[in-house]
């Protein structure tokens, strides 16, 4: 019970920690503000503006969610170990293997809070840029609203209590974010005239869900790397590996027959395109469950993999 508690101890650190990063903001306000601007961008685009804006938006929040686990990663682990903070924790009855952990879990929390206000922003994005003939402000408006709002509060909040403004500032947008969502689900659609739950693509959750999976998987290799690298090179690493996963069918596909070197590199890069299933939303056909289930335990079983080389790495670094 007592190791069970110390886990979670230092995973809501871990969490609040990260969040509490000016990067950790910096990165989410951009890639928030990059999607819900996509309306307004890409709009009167000969009848694929929705088309466009969903995998745009997808796109940004890839990237943005690379970069905050591989900079979370670097932050929480190598520059604990650098500063001398993780050996304080660790001078107490605290297993390595429990403080890695807890740590890579901490660093999965805040993903999937960026993931939840990325997929709001998402379906805003798409019901405001939908149609060709004119910009749904009923969904653009509440969205823009949030995203001007959530700063401006969180900075009223700091100065009031002087409490850390990132942390409120991301809180605030999240949450206001979720609250233009069902603001604007009260309103139809100008065009179409949908009402509740038709003006919305629900069916993007299960591409958010994969992609929110494969994120994780990226933490998971981030984490084990920052326990020998520094912050750029654990970004260039999970930037160049996943880029590879992403091509991977592109590089190595045409040789898997032929060739076991590229079936060995085939199977040990992340196949990120199990994941980026944007294809089966253009078919308007729902991504199964039983698909679903093989790539979360995917998922599962790739990051299990290099977090336990994670805890053995830290398990034999001297630490001073």
Not at 110 to 116: G, M, Q
Not at 161 to 168: D, G, M
């Amino acid at each position: 019970m007592y190791t069970v508690t110390q886990f979670w101890a230092i995973a809501r650190l871990t969490a609040i920690e990260a969040i509490r990063r000016p990067v950790f903001l910096l990165i989410s306000l951009s890639s928030i503000t990059g999607i819900l601007l996509l309306p307004l961008l890409l709009h009167y685009t000969l009848g694929d503006s929705a088309r466009i804006i969903r995998d745009s938006a997808f796109a940004l929040f890839f990237v943005g969610g690379l970069l905050l686990a591989a900079t979370a990663a670097g932050e929480t682990l190598s520059r604990e170990l650098r500063r001398g903070t993780a050996s304080t924790i660790l001078a107490k009855p605290v297993p390595r293997s429990l403080f890695f952990l807890a740590k890579a879990v901490g660093i999965f929390a805040i993903l999937t809070l960026f993931a939840v206000a990325a997929l709001t922003a998402t379906l805003l994005s798409i019901r405001a840029g939908g149609s060709e003939l004119q910009l749904d402000w009923a969904a653009a408006g509440p969205a823009l609203l949030a995203l001007l709002t959530a700063p401006a509060l969180a900075g009223l909040w700091n100065h009031r209590t002087h409490r850390p403004f990132t942390s409120a500032a991301f809180c605030l947008l999240l949450g206001l974010l979720l609250l233009a969502l069902i603001v604007s689900s009260f309103f139809e659609t100008p065009l179409d005239h949908l009402v509740f739950p038709h003006q919305f693509s629900w069916a993007i959750l299960r591409v958010g869900f994969l992609l929110t999976a494969c994120l994780c998987m990226v933490a998971a290799l981030a984490a084990s790397l920052a326990t020998r690298l520094s912050i750029t090179p654990v970004l260039l690493l999970c930037a160049g590996l996943f880029s590879l996963g992403l091509m991977g069918d592109y590089l190595l596909g045409p040789h898997l027959a032929t060739s076991l070197s590229a079936r060995t590199l085939y199977a040990l890069l992340p196949n990120v395109q199990a994941f980026w299933v944007l294809d089966a939303l253009d078919a308007a056909r729902p991504i199964p469950l039983a698909y679903l289930a093989g790539a979360t335990a995917y998922a599962a079983a790739w990051s299990a993999a290099w977090l336990a080389l994670g805890a053995a790495s830290f398990q034999r670094l001297e630490i001073s």
